[in-house]
């Protein structure tokens, strides 16, 4: 049994040297084989028709559809912010799995018929046939918003870090990479992305296991890596305090999380894209629920190298000892002090972290032209404010919560409601975008405090035993006052962003429509979540299930006497 303690003594500056020729190697295997899938599809001729071209001639397979989905989101925020959320809160995270559940039934029950019985295309060709083309090009433009924001925070965080490890230039890795996605996806149309994305997936839950394994090891078993984290308090999971105002609870985790998922799975073009594509309506929802199990196993990969990371860290913390500038460095720190003399691990774990930064480009079309909007305005006004204050994974679900929400309101109005009408939309949209966006900067500006936010104990007794300085704590001047506001408003859970801007969205839509002659429209039922729509589900596994009873169980002709 092996048992060390970590040394702890390299620093990000000179990450690159560890950085052999067989990384290099990896790395750019990664990105040739990623091309090569645009390239053999392209040969395939998927630009024979719009449809094949967009959604694979919809013809594809629910498992890879599946994969294709977990990939989507599963960016390299999950390989580096959640580990470190872990690492800093403990594992109550890994109650989303219940957000996972509910995002998966309502999506697959309620969203999955309305779509595939439209035979639509795009999420936001639904906004036009229920309300107008207003609202449809109002749902594209605040997409675009939303994905140029949600990328600024995808795409710069793994940079970085692949120009530590590499000593690559920041944007030179976004400026190449981001080439060899905009060629797989324009050559190889929906079918490329979606097997790339299986290729993709697999390589980030590789990096996870690299880490959960080598650490096994190094501990001496995943029993002292959990007691580490039991003597740390990293086990605690349930908390049912009723509060709104406390960063993560039981309720905030399972009401605010699935609000924010559903959000992005219900207007998001990528998700749906995905799920129209399959063969069938059946086809899409078992990809849903394999999905279901793929986001859990992403999970509790992300919730085991969190605690992988406190078992190796837990007496000398690398962030407060300075020796990173922040919480989302910890992940490759650790894979460097793990694997660092074992050549060709360290690339392939960056293989595995920037395959998702290569997903987001794609999918959110942030490609070279959007460079320059990202590295002036979002970098050196925004992202490294935000940095300072707030984990890499809550500035992403932030930036979700605050457009995804109205749109989710959006969406619930028009599938439940046959009353809401145009006008009764555009209001609900309107008011619920200005609320959850006044809450959300007032948020930035006025951070928590961490009675709300209750990070765990970080410590560095143990650092000076590795000749280690750690920096002086100095007195920082007295801060301005904070304003009442601040204190319940601003204080708001960020999860609680999207139920927020849903809830408004569907109190305003609703008067307005109803104030304006709603109920006396003629709705397409074809446009509205249907009973029907639930009963079919009921019929269907109703006739699997006598298909199957029967099968095992052939009826036994009489003999005649």
């Known amino acids: 049994m092996v048992t060390a303690d970590p040394l702890l003594t390299l620093s990000l500056a000179n990450l690159h040297d560890y950085f052999t020729a067989l990384d290099y190697i990896i790395f750019a295997v990664m990105l040739l084989i990623s091309a090569s899938i645009g390239i053999y599809y392209a040969f395939k001729g998927v630009h024979k028709t719009y449809e094949e071209f967009v959604l694979g001639s919809r013809r594809l397979h629910c498992v890879p559809v599946a994969l294709s989905l977990t990939a989507s989101f599963m960016s390299a925020v999950t390989v580096l912010g959640t580990p470190a959320e872990i690492y800093r809160y403990g594992m109550q995270y890994i109650v989303f799995a219940i957000s996972h559940l509910v995002l998966v039934t309502v999506t697959a029950h309620v969203v999955v018929p309305v779509y595939y019985r439209l035979r639509i295309t795009s999420a936001y060709e639904y906004l036009e046939l229920r309300f107008n083309k207003c609202l449809r090009l109002t749902g594209t433009i605040m997409f675009i918003m939303q994905t140029i924001f949600f990328s600024g925070v995808v795409i710069y965080a793994p940079s970085l870090a692949l120009s530590q490890v590499t000593g690559f230039e920041l944007w030179g890795a976004v400026i190449g990479t981001g080439t060899i996605c905009i060629f797989y996806c324009t050559l190889g149309g929906l079918k490329a992305v979606v097997w790339t994305d299986v290729f993709q997936f697999l390589l980030m839950i590789i990096a996870f296991i690299l880490v959960i394994c080598r650490t096994v090891a190094v501990r001496g078993g995943l029993s002292r890596i959990l007691d580490d984290a039991r003597r740390g308090g990293r086990l605690d999971v349930w908390d049912f305090n009723p509060s709104p105002f406390q960063r993560h609870t039981f309720w905030t985790i399972v009401i605010g999380g699935s609000f924010s998922w559903l959000g992005i799975y219900v207007l998001n073009q990528s998700q749906v894209q995905r799920c129209l594509a399959c063969k069938s309506e059946i086809h899409a929802k078992v990809a849903l629920y394999i999905n279901l199990l793929g986001l859990w196993l992403t999970l509790i990969c992300a919730v085991l190298s969190g605690l992988s990371m406190y078992s190796m860290f837990k007496d000398c913390d690398p962030w407060t000892a300075k020796k990173v500038e922040a919480p989302d460095q910890l992940m490759p720190y650790l894979v460097l002090e793990l694997w660092k003399d074992f050549p060709g691990v360290l690339g392939l774990f960056v293989a595995g972290t920037?395959?998702?930064?290569?997903?987001?480009?794609?999918?959110?079309?942030?490609?070279?032209?959007?460079?320059?909007?990202?590295?002036?305005?979002?970098?050196?006004?925004?992202?490294?404010?935000?940095?300072?204050?707030?984990?890499?994974?809550q500035i992403a679900i932030s930036i979700f919560g605050m457009i995804s929400g109205p749109f989710l309101g959006i969406f619930?109005?028009?599938?439940?409601?046959?009353?809401?009408?145009?006008?009764?939309?555009?209001?609900?949209?309107?008011?619920?975008?200005?609320?959850?966006?006044?809450?959300?900067?007032?948020?930035?500006?006025?951070?928590?405090?961490?009675?709300?936010?209750?990070?765990?104990?970080?410590?560095?007794?143990?650092?000076?035993?590795?000749?280690?300085?750690?920096?002086?704590?100095?007195?920082?001047?007295?801060?301005?006052?904070?304003?009442?506001?601040?204190?319940?408003?601003?204080?708001?859970?960020?999860?609680?962003?999207?139920?927020?801007?849903?809830?408004?969205?569907?109190?305003?839509?609703?008067?307005?429509?109803?104030?304006?002659?709603?109920?006396?429209?003629?709705?397409?039922?074809?446009?509205?979540?249907?009973?029907?729509?639930?009963?079919?589900?009921?019929?269907?596994?109703?006739?699997?299930?006598v298909l199957m009873y029967e099968t095992f169980h052939p009826a036994q002709e009489e003999v005649p006497e």
């Open 354 to 393: 920037y395959s998702g930064t290569l997903r987001s480009i794609v999918w959110r079309n942030m490609h070279c032209h959007g460079g320059s909007v990202l590295h002036d305005v979002w970098h050196f006004i925004f992202l490294h404010r935000l940095h300072c204050y707030f984990a890499l994974l």
């Open 412 to 545: 619930a109005l028009g599938v439940l409601l046959s009353s809401a009408n145009a006008k009764g939309a555009l209001s609900g949209l309107i008011g619920g975008l200005i609320i959850t966006i006044w809450l959300g900067v007032g948020s930035l500006m006025y951070p928590p405090p961490p009675h709300r936010t209750m990070p765990l104990h970080l410590s560095t007794a143990g650092c000076h035993e590795f000749n280690w300085t750690v920096p002086t704590t100095v007195a920082k001047p007295p801060t301005a006052p904070r304003p009442p506001i601040s204190e319940n408003w601003y204080g708001l859970s960020y999860l609680y962003l999207s139920v927020v801007g849903t809830i408004v969205t569907v109190i305003v839509g609703t008067v307005v429509s109803l104030s304006t002659g709603g109920l006396k429209q003629d709705t397409d039922r074809s446009l509205l979540f249907l009973k029907e729509d639930l009963i079919a589900d009921y019929e269907y596994l109703k006739a699997k299930a």
